[in-house]
């Protein structure tokens, strides 16, 4: 039984915030020393294993696995028991030997074995100080990542419990993109897809009808629709996917993790309920979560207090709808279903009570600003 299958119940019964974290060997050491308490199995602190703990303000982590210079961990908020602690690092080590006692899986694909070692090189450059960026020779799969290839990130939920393996995901992808696509196992839940440029063309082609010419981002922004839709309804359930623009993976592949990374992460904390995120999409959300977390919300009592109207249900889906059509007026009455003297009326209405009028450009950045604001602030 894999750890991630119990993370979920396990808070349910201790009742706090559990996740993941990954230290280096270093980072760990260092937690360790500073820790409050720690606990090294047969009493060997000079050796990492499953199930030494840590402990210090208030907060344990319990060592799930050691790989090379990686150290997963389980972060718990709060203070165990004695039992509670003795008894997950028990189990983390009652997994870990039946892991080792069980038989060998069937030999690996030709291409799981390469995504595989390419997976390890990738993670190694996360965690490095001073990443290569350049993949070795030996890992370009003689010359293949060198030409260009649009990036995927798939982060998948597994609320239903199930998890698809490697040559379940990647013959549905083959059959949606294209025989000549790339899959790379991150993190739990978390997959890179590479598909060939030539999509491009094909969703292009699909526009051939219409009178405005297709950009590169609507084309991607259509291809991670449709690859969407396909994952939710034939393989796993919900899941969040990102797209940028084609790369060559043998000189970014690096790079473009991260990106699609932080895109996934701007996209869940700034659009609860989204599903497709797209870097381009999320230039003002990645500006404002490099603020400060005080200043944002120093800023937001600030523009709260001069009313409330800005997050009454009503009003704030006036205002999303409004900014999703790029502050079309006509456009949003029919979206809305209302006529366009009332959508008006509820923009005057806002302009009396705080001064910013959204149909004038520097007002309606003002109020996007509080709004996406408000969503975090909200949620924390």
Not at 323 to 342: G, M
Request: glycine content about 4%; overall charge negative.
């Amino acid at each position: 039984m894999s750890t991630t299958d119990w993370l979920t119940p396990l808070q349910h019964i201790l009742n706090c915030q559990v996740r993941f974290i990954t230290f280096s060997l270093s980072d760990w050491k260092g937690l360790v020393q500073q820790a409050d308490t720690s606990w090294a199995y047969d009493d060997n602190r000079d050796k990492i294993s499953e199930g030494n703990r840590a402990a210090n303000n208030g907060k344990t982590w319990i060592v799930v696995k050691v790989s090379g210079n990686a150290v997963e961990t389980l972060e718990i908020d709060g203070e165990l028991k004695q039992a509670e602690a003795e008894l997950i690092t028990w189990t983390l080590q009652w997994n870990q030997a039946q892991q080792q006692l069980a038989p060998k899986p069937s030999t690996l694909s030709e291409s799981e074995s390469f995504a595989l070692k390419l997976s390890e090189w990738i993670q190694q450059q996360l965690e490095s100080e001073e990443p290569s960026y350049s993949i070795p020779d030996h890992l370009t799969a003689g010359g293949k990542l060198f030409a260009e290839m649009i990036p995927f990130l798939l982060v998948t939920e597994y609320t239903n419990g199930k998890q698809a393996s490697y040559p379940e995901l990647e013959k549905l992808l083959r059959s949606f993109l294209a025989e000549d696509i790339l899959l790379i196992p991150l993190k739990n839940q978390e997959w890179l897809i590479w598909g060939p440029v030539s999509l491009l063309k094909e969703a292009d082609s699909e526009f051939m009808e219409d009178e405005d010419e297709e950009t590169v981002e609507d084309s991607l922004t259509s291809i991670c629709h449709g690859l969407h839709e396909m994952l939710a309804s034939e393989w796993i359930g919900e899941c969040h996917l990102a797209v940028a623009h084609p790369v060559c993976p043998a000189k970014g592949i690096v790079e473009t993790t991260v990106l699609l990374r932080e895109t996934i992460n701007l996209g869940r904390k700034f659009h609860v309920g989204t599903s497709i995120h797209l870097p381009w999409m999320l230039q003002l959300e990645r500006l404002l979560n490099a603020i400060p977390e005080v200043q944002r919300s120093r800023y937001l009592e600030h523009a709260l207090k001069r009313t409330e109207l800005f997050v009454e249900a009503e009003m704030l889906a006036t205002l999303e709808t409004f900014f999703s059509l790029d502050c079309n007026v006509s456009e949003t009455a029919k979206k809305l279903y209302i006529h366009r003297n009332t959508l008006l009326y509820r923009l005057d209405k806002l302009k009396q009570e705080t001064g910013l009028d959204v149909r004038q450009f520097r007002d309606a950045v003002l109020v996007k600003i509080i709004l996406l604001l408000y969503k975090v602030t909200k949620r924390n």
